[in-house]
């Protein structure tokens, strides 16, 4: 097998991976990674305005508001005005999207992040500098992109 072929293999395994895990989230929760996140995010802090969460999860403030968009339908989170400033909207959680967060696994980069942080720092650079090289190898350098694994449509009932 030659190197161009190893490579295209790790990278469709490593995709499929991903693609695998996410689905088995949005059929257990309904959710994808990155609404489980927002979520997350959201409890944290209590009520947030979306540019904050897109700050604190990385990504664009289009993402963020098709996110909630698609939260706030599933009576996940809602949006409160603030009295002071009409213009203003703060995205706090449901008595549901608190259920939803208290049940729902951990996401797949937590499992891998606990074998990656056992890597040796030497061993953790290279990886990162080498998929950051096939990133820009691949034009992917401007791709909104988070530190988390996909996003999709909330599933009606978890299917």
Do not use: C
Request: no cysteine; glycine share 4%; net charge neutral.
């Amino acid at each position: 097998m030659n190197t161009q072929h190893e490579l295209l293999t790790a990278l469709r395994k490593i995709t499929r991976a991903i693609d695998l895990y996410s689905k088995k989230l949005a059929k257990e929760t309904g959710l994808t990674a990155p609404q489980l996140i927002v979520l997350r995010e959201v409890h944290k802090v209590g009520r947030a305005k979306p540019s904050e969460i897109a700050r604190q999860v990385h990504l664009s403030q289009a993402t963020i508001t098709t996110i909630i968009d698609r939260l706030v339908k599933a009576d996940l989170v809602t949006r409160e005005r603030s009295q002071s400033d009409r213009r203003s909207v703060k995205i706090a959680l449901t008595d549901q999207g608190r259920e939803k967060i208290s049940a729902a696994p951990e996401l797949l980069q937590q499992e891998f992040l606990a074998s990656f942080t056992a890597l040796e720092e030497w061993e953790q650079t290279l990886l990162v500098s080498s998929l950051q090289r096939i990133a820009s190898m691949m034009d992917a350098e401007t791709l909104d992109a988070a530190p988390i694994l996909e996003v999709g449509e909330i599933t009606p009932n978890g299917s």
